[in-house]
């Protein structure tokens, strides 16, 4: 009796390991998703350089043994202009950045270190915003500079300087002998630099409401 209970509970057992194996197979059958081991990110993606006109810069174009085809003139010089609007950028960035420091009472050593420069300049720079708070202001150099690094694309660019209140040129309101250059000449010095085509600049001479007034007192 014994051994008959002992052989029914075997068998219980087998029929029960085959049924589970059978299910399992069948979920992997009918689409059931595995599921697999996570994997850990590598970290965030590297920012390459706008490809190609600054390819003729990225690390890869200098490692060690690597020679690769010269650039042409034509491909530095693009690099460069791409390279100019960074940098103007990047200034104009830095003045908004210690403004906004100031107001948010961070010291001027503070900001120094944080921009890797001196106390002296971060002053020197308080003071000039100080003097001139129109620095800080959109400016159509800073649209064109945003199209060449590829922030906007044209399209945008033309809108925002087709819309754009340009100002005339005007004596120096300080009571000097100077003269203030006006806004259309951001244009003209954007269209000499090769920033802006000839026919983006007969556009927004064109169109653009105020460009008229501001062409002839420039």
């Known amino acids: 009796m014994t051994t008959k209970k002992a052989q029914s509970k075997q068998a219980h057992k087998v029929a029960v390991s085959k049924s589970r194996a059978t299910t399992r197979v069948a979920g992997t059958r009918t689409g059931v998703k595995k599921t697999e081991p996570s ?3 590598a970290g965030p993606r590297p920012v390459a350089f706008d490809a190609p006109v600054l390819g003729i810069v990225e ?7 690597k020679r690769g085809k010269a650039p042409s003139k034509t491909e530095v010089s693009e690099a460069a202009k791409v390279l100019r609007a960074y940098k103007e950028l990047v200034r104009l960035a830095e003045l908004r950045l210690i403004h906004q420091a100031r107001r948010s009472k961070t010291s001027q050593d503070a900001i120094a270190a944080l921009l890797g420069t001196s106390q002296p300049t971060v002053s020197r720079i308080a003071k000039q ?3 001139t708070p129109s620095v800080l202001e959109p400016s159509p150099s800073e649209i064109i500079n945003q199209r060449a690094v590829r922030q906007i694309n044209d ?3 033309m809108n925002m300087l087709l819309s754009y209140a340009y100002t005339p040129g005007r004596h120096d309101p300080t009571g000097g002998d100077g003269f203030v250059r006006g806004d259309w000449r951001q244009i003209e010095n954007a269209l000499i630099a090769g920033l802006i085509t000839d026919e983006e600049y007969e556009r927004i001479a064109r169109e653009a409401p105020t460009a008229k007034l501001a062409r002839v007192s420039r």
């Open 39 to 41: 994997r850990k990110s």
């Open 59 to 65: 690390p890869a174009m200098f490692l060690k043994g």
């Open 129 to 131: 915003i100080e003097q």
């Open 155 to 157: 399209e945008t660019m």
